[in-house]
């Protein structure tokens, strides 16, 4: 009788362990990203996944299942997050600057995937980084009349600056392909510290010319801004050419 007891007190409390277990999350897996490669994420585990991007470009997220998706910085900072509910698969993209990032990747109540993918972007200038952006009059990279600029608008970088000199007074023309999208993207002109600045209204995806008018010669930074909002964020890559 003693032994039955024992018994039945070992298969409750196994019984009670295994139906408590699917409610409790497990302690969080770190490891190096591998692009490329599928993560099976069982209910209620957590993966800490980090990588180290040399360039600025996009990154794609292939997910599926309930899941809870963060992206954060190497200060932890975050870039962005997603949640996917009712068993959804969805590709997620983010423009990002080169810099160390760690996906922060949960389940919920089902097993969940992922697969991260990364293509650099094609940049003409220079890398920006979290360390290094031109987003800023002193970091501003200087361009030459009529020469083919590349560059992308990113989460984490929303405006680029650009320096030119004009050696008269007159028009600046600026012929912008943007990939960026709906009206998502601006071009502005002014002078130190933003005196006399003048910006374009938001321009469509696509090819448009915008002309800046009667300025005087000297220093001159070009802006090429996202259009942002509390609800939208516009990223992606552009090019462009300034003739003055």
Same mark, same amino acid.
């Given at each position: 009788?003693?032994?039955?007891?024992? &018994?039945?007190?070992?298969?409750?409390?196994?019984?009670? $362990?295994?139906?408590?277990?699917?409610?409790?999350?497990?302690?969080?897996?770190?490891?190096?990203? +591998?692009?490329?490669?599928?993560?099976?994420?069982?209910?209620? +585990?957590?993966? +800490?996944?980090?990588? #180290?991007?040399? #360039?600025?470009?996009?990154?794609?997220?292939?997910?599926?299942?309930?899941?809870?998706?963060?992206?954060? @910085?190497?200060?932890?900072? +975050?870039?962005? #997050?997603?949640?996917?509910?009712?068993?959804?698969?969805? $590709?997620?993209?983010? @423009?990002?600057?080169?810099?160390?990032?760690?996906?922060? &990747?949960?389940?919920?109540?089902?097993?969940?995937?992922?697969?991260?993918?990364?293509?650099?972007? @094609?940049?003409?200038?220079?890398?920006?980084?979290?360390?290094?952006?031109?987003?800023?009059?002193?970091?501003?990279?200087?361009?030459?009349?009529?020469?083919?600029?590349?560059?992308?608008? %990113?989460?984490?970088? @929303?405006?680029?600056? *650009?320096?030119?000199?004009?050696?008269?007074?007159? $028009?600046?023309?600026? $012929?912008?392909?943007?990939?960026?999208?709906?009206?998502?993207?601006?071009?502005?002109?002014?002078?130190?510290?933003?005196? /006399? %600045?003048?910006?374009?209204?938001?321009?469509?995806?696509?090819?448009?010319?915008?002309?800046?008018?009667?300025? /005087? /010669?000297?220093?001159?930074?070009?802006?090429?801004? %996202?259009?942002?909002?509390?609800?939208?964020? *516009?990223?992606?890559? *552009?090019?462009?050419? %300034?003739?003055?």
């Amino acid at each position: 009788m003693k032994n039955q007891k024992k &018994f039945l007190v070992v298969l409750f409390a196994f019984i009670f $362990t295994v139906m408590l277990r699917p409610f409790v999350a497990s302690a969080a897996v770190s490891e190096r990203l +591998e692009l490329n490669h599928t993560y099976y994420v069982y209910s209620w +585990e957590e993966y +800490e996944l980090s990588t #180290n991007l040399e #360039n600025s470009g996009r990154m794609t997220l292939e997910m599926s299942g309930n899941c809870t998706c963060y992206l954060r @910085d190497a200060k932890l900072v +975050e870039v962005s #997050n997603i949640t996917l509910k009712d068993n959804e698969s969805k $590709t997620w993209t983010l @423009d990002v600057v080169a810099g160390t990032y760690t996906i922060f &990747f949960s389940a919920h109540d089902t097993m969940c995937t992922l697969k991260v993918k990364f293509s650099k972007a @094609d940049e003409t200038t220079m890398v920006e980084s979290l360390e290094e952006k031109n987003n800023l009059e002193e970091f501003a990279n200087k361009i030459s009349s009529g020469k083919n600029i590349k560059g992308q608008l %990113a989460h984490n970088d @929303d405006v680029d600056l *650009y320096k030119m000199t004009l050696k008269k007074n007159g $028009t600046v023309k600026v $012929t912008i392909d943007s990939k960026i999208a709906k009206k998502g993207i601006k071009v502005g002109v002014f002078q130190k510290g933003g005196k /006399k %600045a003048k910006y374009s209204k938001a321009l469509k995806k696509g090819k448009s010319t915008v002309s800046f008018k009667n300025l /005087k /010669k000297g220093t001159w930074y070009l802006a090429i801004q %996202a259009q942002n909002t509390a609800n939208d964020t *516009y990223t992606g890559q *552009y090019s462009f050419s %300034a003739s003055f």
